[in-house]
């Protein structure tokens, strides 16, 4: 290649090799920064998520003291109180994880479509992303539904 170029011994090289190899490893470094933000990313975004739902709970079980009060007093089970928040919680989660498919649906599609290329959602995908988001919900909702269904009643309707 220097005598190609017409490269005296001591100039320096105005040319670079690239092996496949070098290639592989840039992919692979690029790569890895994607992978790692693709995944950093959405499970910061579950963490606040389930947070925000724990504390709409809390702030749900503290605003209706009264309420549980009164089905406690009228023979209402630990159970049902606690069940009560529960489907709460776990709809919660459930309506804000459909609403975060559709938007992800949405912008593949808009995204895949600009360029022209098909759009072939996956079934098990979005079934697992559902899943996910409705175990956040129980998690994360579990707390504040054991702490209502533990209210003693006589002090809950004391609560103003």
Same mark, same amino acid.
């Given at each position: $290649? *220097?005598?190609? !170029?017409?490269?005296?011994?001591?100039?320096?090289?105005? @040319?670079?090799? =690239?092996?496949?190899?070098?290639?592989?490893? &840039? !992919?692979? *470094?690029?790569? +890895?920064?994607? /992978?790692?933000?693709?995944?950093?990313?959405? /499970?910061?975004? %579950? =963490? =606040?998520?389930?947070?925000?739902? $724990?504390?709409? $709970?809390?702030?749900?079980?503290?605003?209706?003291? #009264?309420?549980?009060?009164? #089905? $406690?007093?009228?023979?209402? #089970?630990?159970?049902?109180? *606690?069940?009560? @928040?529960?489907?709460?919680? &776990?709809?919660?989660?459930?309506?804000?994880?459909?609403? +975060?498919? &559709?938007?992800?649906? @949405?912008? +593949?599609?808009?995204?895949?479509? !600009?360029?022209?290329?098909? /759009?072939?959602?996956?079934?098990?995908?979005?079934? %697992?992303? @559902?899943?996910?988001? +409705?175990?956040?919900?129980?998690? /994360?909702?579990?707390?504040?539904?054991? !702490?209502?269904?533990? &209210?003693?009643?006589?002090?809950?309707? #004391?609560?103003?």
């Amino acid at each position: $290649m *220097r005598a190609r !170029r017409k490269l005296g011994p001591n100039e320096k090289d105005n @040319f670079g090799i =690239v092996t496949p190899d070098a290639i592989t490893g &840039l !992919r692979d *470094r690029i790569f +890895g920064t994607v /992978f790692i933000v693709a995944i950093a990313v959405p /499970f910061i975004a %579950l =963490v =606040v998520g389930a947070i925000v739902i $724990m504390n709409i $709970m809390l702030v749900s079980v503290t605003e209706r003291t #009264r309420e549980i009060g009164v #089905r $406690m007093a009228m023979g209402a #089970r630990q159970r049902d109180i *606690r069940n009560q @928040f529960l489907i709460e919680a &776990l709809t919660l989660s459930a309506v804000g994880g459909v609403i +975060g498919i &559709l938007i992800g649906l @949405f912008g +593949g599609w808009a995204l895949v479509s !600009r360029f022209g290329l098909p /759009f072939v959602p996956s079934t098990g995908t979005i079934l %697992l992303a @559902f899943g996910v988001s +409705g175990a956040i919900g129980v998690i /994360f909702g579990l707390y504040p539904a054991v !702490r209502a269904s533990k &209210l003693d009643p006589i002090v809950a309707l #004391r609560t103003e």
